[in-house]
């Protein structure tokens, strides 16, 4: 079945680094992306994964993906108040390029 | 330039009535979609359009329906409104099965 699951919150300090976690169930998952919503926005896109890969880095972020876990991270480093929005996880499964989200986790970063 | 833009952005309708939401692509990509927000932020798909062709449609209402008179523009019209179709709809396109770039959505509120 198509399930992507995240954790709803998490709350880290202005400078430290967030790591925001993702499960997801189907194995033919071809692409997993990470979209940032900020309140009253659309989604931007801020990185995605092929699914043959184990890691990969874009400046502040770093994802990481054990697809034999089906776990997929997304770490930002020295996070910064600018960061506050809500994070989705998605997959896409190849059919059409429907992707499939994850409920989104919402990062506060307190000063 | 804004890649995906979406009009209105803000839609706030009586129950019963009838009522279209456009959107249009600069980016020259194939394919298109519809998702819903709903207000746990939990995101669907609904449509997804291949060169004017309707390739995913997500078990939505007949209420709802899709128009794209041309690759660029993806169009949706709902019938008969109903006090829980109030969400934040939102458009996206891609190359193909990929990364997917979204409007600023619409926040429909039927009252």
């Known amino acids: 079945g198509e399930d992507v699951e995240q954790s709803l919150f998490l709350s880290v300090r202005e400078g430290d680094s967030s790591v925001i976690n993702c499960t997801y169930t189907?194995?033919?998952?071809?692409?997993l992306y990470w979209y940032k919503q900020e309140p009253g926005a659309g989604l931007q896109l801020l990185t995605y994964?092929?699914?043959?890969?184990d890691m990969k880095q874009d400046q502040r972020l770093t994802v990481l993906l054990n697809k034999k876990d089906k776990h997929l991270s997304l770490r930002i480093a020295d996070t910064q108040t600018g960061d506050s929005a809500i994070y989705f996880c998605?997959?896409?499964?190849?059919?059409?390029?429907?992707?499939?989200f994850g409920q989104g986790t919402e990062l506060s970063v307190k000063p | 330039d804004t890649a995906v833009s979406q009009t209105p952005k803000y839609l706030v309708t009586q129950m019963g009535n009838d009522k279209s939401i456009k959107c249009e692509q600069n980016?020259?990509?194939?394919?298109m979609y519809w998702y819903k927000q709903d207000s746990k932020k939990f995101l669907k798909i609904m449509f997804s359009?291949?060169?004017?062709?309707?390739?995913i449609n997500e078990t939505v209402p007949n209420r709802f329906s899709p128009k794209s008179p041309d690759k660029a523009h993806l169009n949706l019209h709902i019938n008969s409104l109903e006090l829980g179709d109030s969400a934040v709809y939102f458009c996206?396109?891609?190359?193909?099965?990929?990364?997917?770039?979204f409007g600023q959505g619409t926040r429909l509120t039927v009252v």
């Open positions: 994964i092929f699914s043959n890969m």
């Open positions: 189907d194995s033919s998952s071809t692409y």
């Open positions: 359009y291949n060169n004017k062709e309707l390739i």
């Open positions: 996206a396109s891609s190359r193909g099965p990929g990364e997917a770039f």
């Open positions: 998605a997959e896409s499964i190849d059919q059409g390029g429907k992707l499939i």
């Open positions: 980016l020259g990509h194939d394919t």
